[in-house]
């Protein structure tokens, strides 16, 4: 199969098997040709007046990009240009349909790990492909720890690849697996990750607290209810030493303003040396003195 790329005028091309584009991935690709022009040609067929038809092309591949082109003002795109069948090219059409259903983000993956290797810096490759360069440096991070199933689901967008980190931080394929599960199912978001994540480090250093019976249950391994259940009652934890500093601080303004009140008295200060009372702690005294 004979093939070469030039310019051809968009108007001349007909789509055999169009189909619905999702408008979130669409102004993606309008956005990266406007930033970097038309990286991969469209693939089309030579269609001429022996079929029956118009001459012009018959489209093989990139509906996006022609849509996207004519989104843009473009009237000509960059096309390879082949010469094959109409029953081939209607095959060939239905293919690249199936295969876009289908995307393989480690693509994606494995073309960020080419690039990085021939020394590309982490913008230059986000510039290269039109994403993040901290997505970059995230996938990077991953890979290297072998944390492909974290990286499939961030390049999924299943979880943002901050998220991906986090969870690749927690010791343990079990743990990570539910903290996925549990960040999908919405039980968990980022900062409640860390807060998990956390604990579990804690649980790990210090061990579990033994139980007053001494012949509790046998643990029955990480769930995602489980560490759902961890942070709740951390946050529990959490609230009720809010409430304690806060009656705390209440307790310690009102004696504070009430003995300063009393240090201003002139007999109660008589009193105190009469009964040898000659000093106070430092921090009461700096209070007393700062109101």
């Known amino acids: 199969m004979n093939e070469e790329v030039k310019l051809i005028p968009i108007k001349s091309i007909r789509i055999l098997n169009p189909r619905f584009r999702d408008q979130k991935k669409f102004q993606a690709i309008i956005q990266s040709i406007k930033n970097l022009g038309l990286k991969k040609p469209i693939k089309v067929s030579l269609r001429t007046a022996q ?3 118009e001459p012009g092309y018959d489209l093989v591949a990139g509906q996006g990009r022609i849509e996207a082109c004519l989104a843009l003002g473009f009237k000509e795109i960059a096309a390879i240009v082949v010469s094959v069948s109409k029953q081939d090219r209607l095959l060939m059409s239905l293919a690249e349909n199936i295969a876009r259903r289908f995307p393989a ?3 994606m993956v494995a073309e960020i790990q080419r690039l990085k290797g021939e020394g590309y810096t982490n913008l230059a490759i986000g510039e290269k492909l039109d994403i993040d360069n901290s997505v970059v440096g995230g996938v990077i991070t991953l890979m290297k720890s072998g944390e492909e ?4 689901a961030a390049m999924q967008n299943r979880i943002p690849i901050g998220v991906a980190i ?3 931080k927690t010791e343990g394929a079990e743990a990570q697996k539910e903290l996925l599960k549990a960040y999908e ?4 978001n980022q900062f409640s990750i860390r807060t998990v994540r956390r604990l579990l480090e804690q649980r790990r250093v210090l061990g579990k607290k ?8 046998k ?4 769930t995602a209810d489980g560490l759902v259940s961890a942070y709740q009652r951390e946050i ?6 809010i409430r304690k500093a806060r009656v705390f601080d209440a307790k310690l303004v009102f004696l504070v303003s009430a003995f300063r009140q009393l240090t201003q008295d002139e007999n109660f200060t008589n009193l105190l040396k009469a009964e040898g009372l000659l000093t106070m702690p430092k921090y009461l005294a700096e209070k007393a003195a700062s109101q």
Do not use: C, H, N
């Open 105 to 107: 983000p480690m693509d």
């Open 210 to 217: 033994p139980s007053r019976g001494g012949g509790g249950k």
């Open 51 to 53: 079929e029956g038809d």
């Open 219 to 222: 643990g029955t391994g990480v």
């Open 185 to 188: 199912g919405g039980q968990l």
């Open 149 to 152: 199933r974290l990286v499939q």
């Open 236 to 241: 529990q934890r959490q609230k009720a030493f």
């Open 166 to 168: 986090d969870i690749a």
